[in-house]
């Protein structure tokens, strides 16, 4: 066959040139199209309807505001809910996609065991301030407030303080207790080990645009939302708690985030560490499917991270025992 003449070769590769731009132009367009959507749906703001308080559940309570310690001083809303005979405070964190009302039954289990509660809504979310969601990355700078706004409490100030966080709740409370010895417990539930490696689990059905789409992510955090996705890594500091326990939940049949993320925290977190894998329960459902094994074993964590914590008062002032 006779090849063809060198005018018409080049002209059939340009076209194919201009195809193939026109087809990458499009798929960049796609990548950038996708991301926004993912970021956005992950930040935006949770204007969350208030359908219960404490009074919903017959609890006494106090409504509260603080300044998250992020740099921008965010007002953060929540509530304490008081035990009659407190031993320590514990701090509530909920998820994304929830607010401090979703955390109110737990708040029941744990006042009338003897832990004064504050619960709250992070920023972006709820009564509080903040124009959108971080992901776990300044909602550790709202613990930290939460912590500062306890500290602040003359009748608060003397108990130990604890935290309890679900999924990126759990992340928060994490990466706070890193940097705040102030936090002398934590327990976290349904919380990835790195924000990056749960991102890329959200967009694998996504196939060979995954990691483009996933790299996109990353640059529109930082451009439009001061977030830095690869700074969100509890995985990276949960070490640094030690010797405070933790307690790491997760859940067996959690398909957001799977055993993997709770098998790379508890591997990285030093001693004493405690974990509790529960069957049939969905992501950050734990206290729902099993509640009173629930309410035995977190308790009987922070039952022991009290008298762990007064009797290390005890021996550098025996007069705290007092």
């Not at 065991?113 to 809504?121: A, I, K, P, Q, Y």
């Amino acid at each position: 066959m006779d090849p063809k003449p060198p005018i018409l070769a080049t002209l059939n590769d340009c076209v194919a040139y201009s195809q193939n731009v026109a087809v990458r132009e499009r798929l960049i367009s796609m990548d950038r199209l996708l991301a926004n959507l993912f970021v956005w749906y992950g930040t935006h703001r949770r204007r969350t309807r208030l359908h219960r308080t404490p009074a919903s559940f017959g609890l006494e309570f106090t409504e509260v505001s603080f300044q998250s310690a992020s740099v921008k001083e965010t007002m953060l809303s929540g509530w304490i809910v008081p035990a009659e005979q407190p031993k320590a405070v514990l701090l509530l964190c909920h998820g994304i996609d929830s607010a401090a009302h979703a955390m109110l039954a737990k708040a029941a289990l744990f006042a009338r065991n003897g832990f004064t509660c504050l619960l709250f809504d992070f920023r972006g979310t709820g009564r509080s301030g903040g124009e959108y969601v971080t992901l776990g990355h300044h909602e550790s700078e709202d613990v930290l407030g939460a912590v500062a706004f306890i500290e602040s409490q003359p009748e608060l100030n003397s108990l130990p303080i604890m935290c309890l966080g679900e999924s990126m709740g759990g992340s928060a409370v994490i990466r706070a207790a890193a940097v705040c010895e102030s936090i002398r417990a934590v327990v976290s539930e349904s919380t990835y080990a790195t924000l990056a490696d749960a991102l890329y689990q959200r967009l694998r059905p996504l196939g060979p645009f995954a990691k483009r789409v996933a790299d996109r992510c990353h640059t529109i955090g930082i451009e439009k939302y001061d977030l830095c996705i690869a700074d969100v890594s509890p995985v990276q500091v949960i070490e640094r708690i030690a010797p405070r326990p933790v307690l790491l939940i997760h859940d067996n049949l959690d398909v957001l985030l799977p055993r993997v993320e709770t098998d790379r925290l508890y591997a990285a977190a030093g001693e004493p560490k405690e974990r509790w894998d529960v069957p049939y329960a969905p992501h950050t459902f734990a206290f729902m499917v099993a509640p009173r094994d629930y309410e035995r074993r977190v308790v009987d964590f922070l039952d022991r991270a009290v008298k762990s914590e007064m009797s290390q008062r005890t021996s550098i002032d025996p007069r705290s025992a007092a």
